[in-house]
């Protein structure tokens, strides 16, 4: 017959494996919290007190807008290698060209502000603007087109667009 000799479970044992099961709990938590943080894509604006009291500004120059009545069409295409053509075209109520104004656009990630990518738009015609954007990767952007003269915003529009 042969026996077999137990260690004893001691005090010692024990605190290593509570320290170690602890140890790699806290470890995990730690990874995974930093991991999210590092993740966060940061806020839509930096003060929310400060652009509640812009608002009232923004109802006034949307309604200016809407007085104005212009017809703003855009497009976006986007070419198999990534390069795409943002062309707008603006007229007023009465179907004419709308002259004298600087068209600016981007095309934002609307869960991601670090995807965001600014276009540079140049009047190519009368009352069309064109610009060209490269490396555009295909999904859900929004095309956000501002149209100002002498530095006053007096056109903003934001689209939701997908990119194949």
């Not at 590092?38 to 806020?43: E, F, N, R, V, Y």
Request: hydrophobic share 40%; glycine share 10%; net charge positive.
């Amino acid at each position: 017959m042969t026996t077999s000799t137990v260690k004893p479970l001691t005090g010692r044992t024990v605190l290593i494996c509570l320290i170690a099961f602890f140890g790699v709990i806290i470890g995990v938590n730690i990874t995974l919290a930093k991991l999210a943080i590092d993740s966060l894509p940061g806020t839509e604006v930096d003060s929310a007190y400060g652009a509640s009291l812009a608002y009232e500004g923004e109802i006034t120059a949307a309604r200016e807008q809407a007085a104005r009545g212009w017809k703003v069409n855009a497009h976006v295409a986007r070419d198999a290698d990534g390069r795409a053509e943002v062309r707008v075209e603006a007229r007023d109520r009465n179907g004419a060209p709308v002259q004298g104004l600087s068209f600016t656009s981007r095309l934002e990630r609307p869960a991601d502000r670090r995807g965001d990518r600014p276009v540079q738009l140049a009047e190519a015609g009368t009352a069309t603007y064109r610009g060209d954007v490269t490396a555009l990767a295909p999904g859900l952007w929004d095309l956000v087109l501002e149209g100002d003269v002498g530095g006053k915003r007096l056109f903003l529009s934001k689209n939701r667009i997908v990119l194949n």
